[in-house]
């Protein structure tokens, strides 16, 4: 099933979503459905509030679809260390749009439960490593405009503003 992406002006993007305590069928089913609708909407990142869902669950592929084993489920993840710094071009499916220049680690080590609760360390670098780092901050309600400049910031939110008025968004 293919979930509709929530957007931005949502407050289940803003708060602190609940841990994963559960790994049953339907969390396996979630998970399924959270990759479907990732690659629906043609992004390599989704995290369980852009569906609705305030639950401490992602889901990530930086190749899109290319190799199967870069699919990874992180459910309760943990950032255990960030090193060195890389600045690009960052987004958000929940901020449909827009695009802005992020500055975030460049090697991130990442501590996860897989769908069915075993406990795993990853270490990601370049896209992995913002990959890792912007779907926890999803978790902990943080979206990537908070890590640019307040001018900035607020210059996507008059727009979003506008756009909402025009019932555009
Ligand atoms: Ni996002």
Same mark, same amino acid.
């Given at each position: 099933?293919?979930?509709?992406?929530?957007?931005?002006?949502?407050?289940?993007?803003?708060?602190?979503?609940?841990? $994963? @305590?559960?790994?049953? %069928?339907?969390?396996? /089913? +979630? =998970?399924?459905?959270?990759?479907?609708?990732?690659?629906?909407?043609?992004?390599?990142?989704?995290?369980?509030?852009?569906?609705?869902?305030?639950?401490?669950?992602?889901?990530?592929? $930086? @190749?899109?679809?290319? %190799?199967?084993?870069? /699919? +990874? =489920?992180?459910?309760?993840?943990?950032?255990?260390?960030?090193?060195?710094?890389?600045?690009?071009?960052?987004?958000?499916?929940?901020?449909?749009?827009?695009?802005?220049?992020?500055?975030?680690?460049?090697?991130?080590?990442?501590?996860?439960?897989? =769908?069915?609760?075993?406990?795993?360390?990853?270490?990601?670098?370049?896209?992995?490593?913002?990959?890792?780092?912007?779907?926890?901050?999803?978790?902990?309600?943080?979206?990537?405009?908070?890590?640019?400049?307040?001018?900035?910031?607020?210059?996507?939110?008059?727009?979003?503003?506008?756009?909402?008025?025009?019932?555009?968004?």
């Amino acid at each position: 099933m293919i979930y509709p992406i929530v957007k931005y002006g949502d407050p289940v993007l803003e708060k602190q979503a609940e841990p $994963v @305590t559960v790994f049953d %069928d339907e969390l396996k /089913k +979630l =998970v399924e459905d959270m990759f479907e609708s990732m690659y629906a909407a043609h992004g390599v990142g989704l995290a369980a509030p852009q569906i609705g869902i305030s639950k401490h669950l992602a889901v990530i592929d $930086v @190749t899109f679809k290319e %190799d199967p084993e870069a /699919k +990874l =489920v992180l459910a309760n993840p943990q950032i255990l260390h960030v090193e060195g710094k890389q600045r690009g071009s960052e987004g958000c499916l929940s901020i449909p749009e827009f695009r802005e220049e992020v500055t975030r680690g460049k090697k991130v080590t990442v501590r996860a439960q897989d =769908v069915n609760g075993k406990w795993y360390e990853k270490t990601g670098e370049d896209l992995l490593a913002r990959a890792f780092l912007h779907e926890t901050d999803h978790l902990n309600g943080k979206l990537y405009i908070s890590h640019i400049s307040a001018l900035k910031r607020d210059l996507i939110k008059r727009k979003i503003r506008k756009l909402v008025k025009a019932g555009e968004w």
